[in-house]
């Protein structure tokens, strides 16, 4: 599909979203952000308005199940996205790891940047929502740097039976280090509708994620974080300064864009019911569905970009040799030779199914069967020779689900899908889970579950290239299979489980920093608990995470890992107010950090570097004000009487004080700092 066709079908389809939409969303004066619940009354002056309690509630693509926003204030201080155990690379926004070992499964073509997926809206989780009120939250973070976090979201009712939501994120951080700017641009919008006889259902929606990402390449000489010449840390060295072309902004930088659009709908045949209410003055439609047909469409434009503008031959030694323009010189040059990759990704799905429904409502039993058909190209430009490389795929595949969910007390719920490919370059590849669950009347429950996935590597690890090399790697396909239990008391405040990952095959970057493959199968089990103890006011909440890796599989994860919350908890002034106030302690085991290299923006394996860090420390205390909550923090308190914690470890640079010796850059913590933070909802 050419490039033309592909930006005629984007311009188009975004028309007709915007299209759809403009009527209502013109008509607000209201602004939004991410979803809270509140349950006020709203006074107004236009009389046409019911005085009557708001009822906000959301359900997700692949649940009927409602659920309602948070409004808890418990953990409302801590820091978005890197919940509960990813590391950043000291400045939100940037590339980030999960701490606790979880594999990238790869069942169908991917182009294979995972780092920013923390911070990007995904198709398979946006919230669909049903309200009886116009729904809007306005959301903002403060801290130290300029670190700034905002988002908007609104939703309403167009008429009973039809929603739209839309919501944006921002997220700007300069960070405390050189030249390690963060700015992150996220934006969704869903609508739903379902029919006055119940039977034509539509889900549809739009997300667009644009991560930007200054490289500073890390710290060059960690020992400067314990020199009190350096107690600003914006004199800190780090590996890609260069004054000569900005004091504010790196000649480094990497790039994640992708707009993705998904449509689903169904029309159900089964018998209808008409009810009345008690006073004979409303009626309301019962559907009993008995038999459906859905076809899912979705289809996605996504980028990745790296620049270098000022780029040393030493630099990019271990990848290609080439007589770059900034060779051996310390300073810009504009117009010289620049080191710029780019790779595509556009891709269309649709897939059909048949549904058929037994039992109850409050016991069906929904199952489905069906085909897909799906487009991918990869394009990989500019290149040394031809200037671009362009992969075209078609891939045919099967699918199929049971599901029975637990719409009343102590019902079992268990479901099971699978996806096979059956033709194309990704023939074989499938992906297979099923879990059951059920909740007790002694407020206890349990989920187990078991997950096997078959799958190719992903684009971005089998070709890369630019201006001056094209290199291709072939790999065997990678096999995970994870099985899992959890055990829930809410009567005891405890909750435990134990999840075990088999790989084989498993695919990853080397300490080369490039592409790779471990052939032996190893497993990764992992324990984990959590125990909240209360005594009058007071919380003591724990959690606890332990994690064993088998031989020497090419996994950096730490062994033990925790956080202790302490605080004092109550309702005051006629439960007006509710106010959360303690200390915090989060911590891990010494081990071997992974390493993150700028040039390929992807986390690698490394075993060189041990680190040992001081458990991290804050004080905060969070409120509640009717529909309004708050925080306030003073995060990084270790920092006081301890230099600042390693996280990861950069790519070794060489001679960078002329001494002739080599260094491993590493990515610190940020330092102590004041957060402040509120989520707004307003209710019209």
Request: a positive charge.
């Amino acid at each position: 599909m050419s490039g033309k066709v592909k930006g005629a079908l984007l311009k188009y389809i975004f028309i007709f979203v915007v299209l759809l939409h403009s009527k209502t969303i013109l008509a607000q004066t209201t602004l939004p952000t991410g979803p809270q619940r509140d349950t006020a009354h709203n006074k107004s002056n236009n009389n046409t308005w019911k005085d009557e309690e708001a009822v906000i509630s959301y359900e997700q693509l692949h649940s009927s199940k409602t659920k309602e926003p948070d409004t808890s204030i418990h953990t409302f201080h801590r820091r978005y996205f890197v919940q509960p155990w990813y590391r950043d690379l000291g400045n939100p926004g940037s590339p980030a790891l999960n701490l606790l070992f979880t594999p990238i499964l790869k069942v169908g073509p991917t182009l294979g940047y995972q780092i920013n997926d923390i911070y990007r809206f995904n198709l398979d989780s946006l919230n669909f929502y049903n309200t009886t009120r116009p729904y809007s939250v306005f959301t903002y973070q403060l801290g130290s740097k300029l670190e700034q976090v905002a988002g908007i979201m609104h939703t309403q009712n167009i008429q009973p039976n039809w929603n739209f939501m839309v919501e944006y994120r921002k997220i700007n951080a300069p960070g405390f280090y050189k030249i390690q700017r963060n700015n992150n641009d996220n934006f969704c919008l869903t609508t739903n509708y379902k029919s006055p006889n119940k039977r034509y259902t539509l889900y549809a929606g739009a997300v667009y994620n644009k991560e930007q990402h200054d490289e500073n390449g890390g710290i060059v000489n960690d020992s400067e974080l314990n020199d009190v010449t350096y107690i600003d840390r914006r004199t800190v060295d780090v590996t890609y300064q260069n004054s000569q072309y900005s004091i504010s902004r790196s000649t480094i930088s990497n790039m994640q864009r992708d707009f993705t659009i998904l449509l689903q709908h169904s029309y159900t045949w089964g018998p209808i019911d008409t009810i009345y209410n008690a006073d004979s003055t409303e009626l309301s439609v019962h559907l009993k569905p008995r038999f459906s047909i859905t076809h899912k469409m979705r289809f996605s434009d996504e980028k990745h970009v790296y620049k270098d503008l000022a780029p040393d031959s030493l630099r990019y030694s271990p990848f290609f040799t080439a007589p770059l323009g900034n060779s051996g010189l310390s300073y810009y040059v504009p117009g010289a030779d620049s080191v710029f990759a780019q790779q595509k990704w556009f891709w269309i799905d649709n897939s059909f199914l048949i549904n058929g429904f037994l039992g109850s409502d409050s016991q069906q039993i929904k199952f489905s069967a069906g085909i897909g058909n799906r487009f991918d190209e990869f394009i990989t430009t500019p290149l040394a020779l031809n200037g671009i490389d362009r992969s075209r795929i078609i891939s045919n595949y099967i699918t199929g689900n049971i599901q029975k969910e637990a719409i009343k007390p102590e019902a079992w719920e268990y479901r099971a899908n699978a996806i096979f490919y059956l033709t194309g370059d990704y023939a074989g590849n499938f992906n297979a889970t099923a879990t059951m669950s059920r909740e007790f009347s002694s407020k206890a429950g349990f989920i187990a579950g078991l997950q096997q996935t078959l799958g190719t590597a992903p684009y971005s690890y089998t070709n890369y290239g630019n201006a001056y090399t094209k290199q291709t790697y072939a790999f065997s396909k990678e096999s995970v299979t994870t099985l899992y239990a959890t055990l829930q008391s809410r009567k005891l405040k405890l909750a435990a489980g134990i999840k075990n990952h088999i790989i084989a095959n498993y695919l990853y970057y080397n300490e080369q920093e490039k592409p790779a493959q471990f052939s032996s199968p190893f497993n990764v089990l992992q324990l984990w608990a959590r125990k909240v103890f209360k005594a009058g006011n007071f919380l003591l909440d724990n959690e606890l995470v332990f994690q064993q890796k088998t031989g020497d599989a090419p996994v950096n994860v730490p062994q033990l890992m925790g956080r202790e919350q302490i605080s004092y908890e109550r309702a005051m002034f006629k439960n007006h107010l509710k106010i959360a106030t303690g200390i915090e302690a989060r911590y891990n085991s010494g081990y071997t950090p992974a390493g993150y290299s700028a040039i390929i923006n992807q986390f690698f394996y490394q075993k060189n570097v041990n680190i040992v860090n001081t458990p991290e420390l804050s004080i905060f205390l969070n409120f509640r004000i009717k529909q309004f909550r708050a925080f306030l923090m003073l995060d990084q308190l270790q920092q006081t009487f301890a230099p600042n914690a390693i996280l990861f470890t950069g790519s070794t640079v060489a001679n960078f004080y002329g001494d002739g010796r080599s260094y491993t850059p590493k990515y610190a913590t940020q330092n102590t700092m004041l957060r402040f933070g509120f989520t707004w909802v307003m209710v019209n």
